[in-house]
């Protein structure tokens, strides 16, 4: 902490903090916001690539059950043939992995933390320390989880909702996997807290709430879903490890008999109590994965249509009203539960009521595009691939959350298929525009176009595959995580679907390896930036130099209007600049 | 009885209720395809017609906006709002709460475990037997108590589910030890076996055939192979077996009281 | 809360409100023990209980925690909370009453 | 590095709060959701189980329990006046009230575990029923909690109380927060003896 304090508010003192730090305080142990936000990008990719390498042993298994994975399948099992219980702890990792350490770290983790505070024109976030540790604690969390694949049987098996009694007779890697739990929540409420103080506190001159670019407004948003839906599932977990470690019975009822032996607990517990603490997190998670997501296709939106967002206001409004409600439509999950008719009546109500402002965000986007000059940048491609694409998960949430279709399509590859299309070519795809998009920003130069256009067109068109197929067979009847589902005839039936989507899956994986090389090769070698505002961007990022320095902005910046508005020369004007 | 067709969408339906969910269905995606067609067709023309080009200014004004939206979001909200009163808690309300008749329906109780079914039904008597958790064991599985005069005649039909056509059936579901979910897919069924509730539900077949019992809950190591049978007979063949299994436990003094059979 | 500008005469007199404060405190523990050693029917215990505890639990908000004169945006914050926070307490309870059960 | 970000010892002009203070009332929301699932839990468990005692006095201490209630909300007076002492500019009498405030929630955990070891004796573990699973959950939370904010307040009575030399606003800003702090943690023990030992 430096003595002087009180000269704080117009940085003449940017000489020290960046340059004469040693290595590990500027590169591992920082507190600049930017450095945090690529650590957590970085590991967040890590993850995610570990979680998809997961999908895509376990897509082996579904074209072709029971045959040993070719080349690598020695190093899981003695005969190659991925087993059932590896099946499960793959599923399971699968889901925690690209929820909690892959999906939420890169949207929440990275972009919020690194554009946020330049969004809002702050030198850094609000308590950069608090930063710091939310970054450590959330790579402990992962540790943890990774190191449950080592222990004595593996890892959690019980799928990512982790359902009690399964969960709590389950093996240890359960333990482990609630302990990495427990970090993960505790980073996720440590970088809320930060994003919303810096996103309110630290506003520049001139940036009034109705100011801030929609990515804030996103972010804003997503920190109160995870700071105030997180807690619950923490209490949940917490009472989970008491019931596996302690022997309490807060998730299990009186009169177990597992295997043939009465389980020694007192009982008198409820499992449904966990779905409902389960759910409430995780249906507000569902809108804090694709929320970040939504503001980052909006500002790309603005910027490559070269006209002002459609609607901004109401846009915001949707938002906020989305995440409001997305906190009392969780037991939509569990409509099979044997929910009564008027509890099951409530939900179904609000799962309608919060289809309307999603359908409302969709519509002004799609109004952005009218009388738009389109530039077909990368970003702007995966951005508009994100619209149809976020429409097709949104659509077919409509099956699932009214109660009477749901009785067929509950926990069928339907359900599979309608998040995928949310988080995967939704979400993911909203991800790899903002790498494209920002990346000139963080390095100073750009990722190829070519290489970039190859990612896509083999990802938007392999993506597809992967996912489409999934609401036929969900149709079909076909449960999810189902080891091998050709031991149903209506299974069997629609086995070939299998094969269309793990080839898929795989194309998929090959369409990465542009993107990953790209990414790493442009760091050095890509085309340099012309400016510091090479795509015309109008918020405060593209006022800092590429890549900005240790603190952000070298000379004070000011906000004069709206974020997307139009200079008298009927061309977007960035936020900073003052019209003559 | 010759095998269903399973195939890329909706397996056959044959019970009573599942025609209006496969209705709602329908009417759903038919309703999803025209507002994806419509956004998409919208969406396409605009990639086309609005690309960047030279003599081509963005409308950053936005003066050629037009009205239609509003109409099409209010549109939406009314044909959700009818999906929802005129179909779907109707239909979860028949499902639900419109039970028949015990008296009139075959009552069965069915526990999961895993990874398997066991369907117990009641007997001449129409009374279930105590189970007792202590009795439990490899050949008794819900732990029967045979002693108690209601239990005698029990039927325990392991991982097969016999039932008459045309008339409803009762089902009492439970779960022993982990949640599991017994999905009927022919039937348009599905309800989560929670282990400490006694959960019912009701269906009513219209053909016969042989279909399966599919566990749509993950249960463990051994989920996708717990996958039962169930049978729709004619009343004749239904009554046949039934009097066979009860022959077959109480010996030939079937018809005679229960007491003395001990 | 405006007390960054607060001078010593008005700190003496906050601190005299924190005494009057601690005393009704103290009164009120002793009427929730006294209440729960009548041993009333569940649902007056519950409610009494209850009334107690959110009187002792306000005036600690209002008057250790500042809460009776805030910031908008604390409020606006805390509004929010307490909405979310009876949904996470009453909707749980409500949907598993209703599910229907033989037993 | 602190030197360019604002607002840390003054209010926000147009929020009027400062930014730790607006940071500990988001994190003091966020517990109040954690505790919001446990009350909910015992709730249900409640209302389902067989064998919930009729009053909690009959399995539990109450005078102990009213005693750490006296304790708490003496500690909470006693932080609150450590607050209002630095803002008299008494260094002296913020420690000496810090001072009781630290005493105070260490006599609070020496009950706890008094409470805690003589239910162990007569063999009551959370295993025994859910009324026990809830007993021992919940207050060991609060127990966390409290353990907490003794760690929190040793260390601004000790090596953080030098910040009182050379940014006194900034210092003062941050007993207020830990006074929110615990202040919170007090409020859930009011609302736990009720619910835990008197119903």
């Known amino acids: ?580 | 009885m010759e095998q269903p067709h399973y195939g890329f969408w909706l397996p056959p339906n044959i019970s009573t209720h599942g025609a209006d969910i496969d209705n709602l269905i329908s009417t759903l995606h038919w309703f999803m395809a025209v507002l994806f067609i419509g956004w998409g067709i919208y969406l396409v023309y605009c990639l086309v017609k609005f690309r960047e080009r030279p003599g081509h200014e963005a409308d950053v004004e936005g003066k050629t906006h037009f009205v239609l939206p509003k109409y099409i979001e209010i549109g939406i909200i009314i044909v959700e709002a009818c999906l929802l009163i005129f179909f779907s808690a109707p239909i979860w309300a028949k499902v639900k709460k419109d039970f028949p008749k015990e008296s009139e329906a075959v009552v069965v109780k069915v526990t999961a475990e895993q990874f398997a079914w066991t369907i117990h039904y009641p007997g001449k008597d129409g009374k279930f037997g105590q189970l007792k958790t202590e009795l439990i064991d490899g050949t008794n599985p819900t732990g029967l108590d045979r002693e108690d005069p209601n239990g005698k005649d029990d039927i325990i039909s392991p991982n097969i589910l016999n039932i008459p056509v045309n008339k409803p059936i009762i089902v009492q579901l439970n779960a022993k030890d982990v949640i599991h979910n017994f999905f009927l897919p022919v039937m348009r069924v599905k309800q989560d076996a929670i282990p400490g509730m006694t959960i019912p539900l009701w269906f009513q077949a219209t053909q016969t055939g042989k279909f399966e019992i599919a566990c749509a809950q993950l249960c463990g190591v051994g989920h996708t192979q717990m996958r039962g049978f169930f049978n729709v007979m004619s009343q004749e063949e239904y009554d046949a077996w039934y009097n066979e299994e009860e022959k077959s436990l109480l010996g030939d003094t079937a018809t005679s009281p229960a007491g003395e059979t001990k | 809360m405006g007390h960054g500008e607060m001078t010593v005469e008005e700190v003496k007199k906050h601190v005299k409100k924190y005494y009057v404060v601690f005393g009704a405190l103290l009164c009120l523990t002793i009427v929730t023990v006294g209440i729960s050693y009548l041993h009333l029917p569940i649902f007056q215990a519950i409610v009494l209980a209850m009334i107690v505890a959110s009187m002792k639990g306000g005036l600690v908000a209002a008057y250790f925690m500042h809460l009776i004169d805030e910031k908008k945006i604390i409020y606006s914050m805390l509004w929010l909370t307490l909405v979310l926070f009876a949904f996470c307490m009453l909707i749980p309870l409500f949907t598993l009453r209703g599910i229907q059960t033989y037993s | 590095m602190s030197a360019l970000i604002p607002y840390i010892d003054e209010p926000h002009p147009v929020t009027g709060v400062t930014n730790a203070k607006l940071g500990i009332w988001l994190f003091l929301a966020s517990e109040v959701m954690l505790f919001g699932a446990l009350f909910s839990t015992l709730i249900i468990m409640r209302s389902s189980a067989t064998d919930w005692p009729a009053h909690g006095s009959d399995v539990l201490n109450v005078p102990l329990a009213t005693l750490n209630t006296v304790f708490l909300i003496t500690s909470s007076v006693t932080i609150v006046l450590s607050w209002a002492a630095l803002k008299m500019k008494d260094l002296k009498k913020f420690k000496l009230n810090m001072g009781f405030t630290v005493l105070l929630s260490f006599g609070f955990l020496v009950i706890k575990y008094i409470e805690y070891t003589s239910k162990f004796h007569h063999g009551h573990f959370p295993s025994t029923s859910t009324f026990y699973a809830t007993y021992f959950t919940l207050t060991g939370l609060h127990g966390l909690h409290v353990i907490g904010g003794i760690v929190t307040n040793l260390y601004l009575l000790g090596p953080g109380s030098k910040m009182w030399n050379t940014e006194p606003e900034r210092f003062t800003g941050r007993i207020e927060c830990a006074g929110l702090y615990w202040h919170f943690v007090d409020l859930v023990w009011i609302f736990l003896f009720p619910a835990l030992y008197l119903l």
């Open chain 1, 1 to 580: 902490m430096s003595h002087d304090t009180h000269n704080h508010a117009h940085g003449h003192n940017h000489s020290h903090g960046g340059h004469d730090l040693p290595f590990w305080r500027k590169y591992i142990f920082s507190t600049d916001h930017k450095v945090i936000g690529l650590q957590y990008g970085i590991t967040a990719v890590f993850f995610l690539l570990f979680g998809f390498g997961l999908m895509l042993l376990m897509r082996w298994q579904l074209a072709f059950p029971k045959q040993a994975i070719p080349l690598i399948g020695k190093l899981f099992t003695e005969d190659g043939i991925l087993s059932p219980e590896l099946y499960n702890q793959f599923g399971a990792m699968h889901g925690t992995i690209m929820v909690f350490l892959g999906v939420v770290p890169l949207a929440v983790g990275a972009f919020g933390n690194y554009l946020v505070p330049l969004q809002v024109g702050a030198h850094d976030m609000a308590f950069p320390k608090l930063n710091m540790m939310s970054y450590w604690v959330y790579f402990c969390g992962g540790v943890v989880m990774l190191a449950s694949f080592f222990s004595p049987n593996g890892a959690a098996a019980s799928g990512w909702t982790s359902y009690p009694p399964l969960s709590v007779v389950a093996d240890n890697g359960q333990s482990m996997w609630l302990i990495g739990m427990v970090f993960l929540i505790t980073s996720s409420l440590l970088g809320s807290v930060n994003t919303i103080v810096t996103a309110i506190q630290l506003r520049v001159k001139g940036l009034s709430f109705m100011r801030w670019p929609v990515l804030v407004w996103a972010q804003v948003t997503t920190a109160f879903l995870l700071l105030l839906a997180f807690p619950p599932l923490e209490a949940a977990g917490i009472m989970q490890l008491m019931d596996r470690l302690a022997g309490t019975s807060f998730f299990l009822p009186s009169g177990l008999v597992v295997s043939g032996e009465a389980l020694k607990v007192s009982g008198g517990g409820n499992p449904i109590l966990w779905q409902h603490l389960f759910w409430f997190l995780a249906h507000p998670e569902v809108y804090v994965l694709i929320l970040p997501a939504v503001g980052i296709v909006g500002e790309i939106i603005a910027v490559n249509t070269k006209k002002p967002l459609y609607g901004y206001k109401t846009l915001v409004y949707s938002m906020l009203f989305l995440g409001f409600m997305s906190f009392i439509v969780w037991a939509h999950h569990m409509f099979m539960t044997g929910m009564g008719v008027t509890m099951s009546t409530f939900f179904q109500a609000t799962t309608m009521i919060i289809s309307v402002p999603s359908v409302i965000i969709l519509t002004t986007y799609l109004l952005t595009l009218w009388g738009a000059s389109i530039r077909y940048t990368v970003p702007m491609l995966f951005a508009t691939a994100f619209l149809p694409m976020f429409a097709i998960g949104g659509l077919t949430g409509l099956p699932l959350g009214l109660t009477a279709s749901d009785i067929h399509l509950h926990d069928t590859y339907y359900v599979i298929g309608h998040f995928h299309y949310v988080v995967a070519p939704g979400t993911l795809f909203a991800l790899m525009a903002g790498v494209y998009f920002w990346y000139p920003k963080i390095t100073g130069r750009f990722m190829s176009e070519t290489l970039g256009k190859i990612h896509f067109w083999l990802s938007v068109t392999a993506i597809n595959g992967v996912f489409m197929p999934m609401f036929f067979m969900g149709m079909a009847g076909v449960s999810r995580r189902l080891y091998d589902q050709t031991v149903y005839a209506h299974g069997a039936a629609a086995q070939p679907l299998n094969v269309i989507m793990s080839v898929s899956a795989w194309i998929l994986a090959v369409a990465q390896l542009p993107f990953l090389y790209n990414m790493a090769v442009s760091w050095k070698w890509g085309k340099k930036a012309d400016s510091n505002n090479p795509w015309g961007g109008t918020t405060l990022e593209w006022a800092a130099s590429s890549p900005p320095p240790h603190e952000n902005f070298t000379t004070p910046v000011e906000v004069f209007r709206a974020p997307y508005e139009y200079s008298s020369t009927k061309k977007l004007l960035p936020q900073f600049v003052q019209e003559a």
